[in-house]
């Protein structure tokens, strides 16, 4: 239990230092850069699509439904999608798309305990977490046509930093 409860809170920022720590990759440095570029990107792209869908869907959460028993503190806003979900997943999409097996794998199970974890700790439906991790796909998918590899806005971005 209480390891649920530690994965659902640091998860997702573990997940963002991972990327971060990306950047000081050695090998096929400028691709694993554009790859950590994409999935920030893709992270705020995201989670933006979800503060949209919150302003049209009023979800309730389900300790708030008594379906569910909160082994946290509640939330202030609605059930659906899930944020964790999306924030998680749309950080895999982005390097799968770039072609990254390994990692894409590692973050992949990460993603998978933090979806999780959200449903363990009664603070989401699974349908919350599968909508999230339909926004994080589409997050991923919408930055990878917009943000090319080569391009004259990714080297700008790989030269300033």
């Known amino acids: 239990m209480k390891t649920m409860i530690g994965v659902s809170q640091i998860g997702v920022p573990l997940m963002v230092l991972a990327v971060v720590l990306q950047w000081c990759a050695k090998a096929d440095r400028r691709h694993i850069r554009h790859a950590a570029v994409s999935a920030g990107l893709a992270f705020l792209l995201s989670l933006a699509i979800n503060q949209f869908i ?8 389900p300790y708030d439904a008594g379906v569910t028993h909160l082994l946290i503190a509640p939330s202030a806003d609605w ?15 982005a390097f799968a798309m770039q072609g990254l097996p390994r990692r894409t794998i590692a973050l992949f199970i990460t993603a998978l305990l933090i979806c999780w974890s959200r449903i363990y700790i009664g603070t989401h439906y699974l349908t919350d977490v599968v909508g999230g ?8 998918v919408v930055v990878r ?3 090319r590899e080569n391009s004259r806005l990714d080297k700008l971005v790989t030269q300033i930093f």
């Open 54 to 61: 919150l302003l049209v869907v009023h979800r309730i959460r």
């Open 79 to 93: 059930s659906f999608p899930s944020d964790h979900a999306t924030a998680s997943i749309a950080i895999v999409a």
């Open 133 to 140: 991790a339909i926004t994080g796909v589409l997050g991923a």
């Open 145 to 147: 046509l917009v943000y």
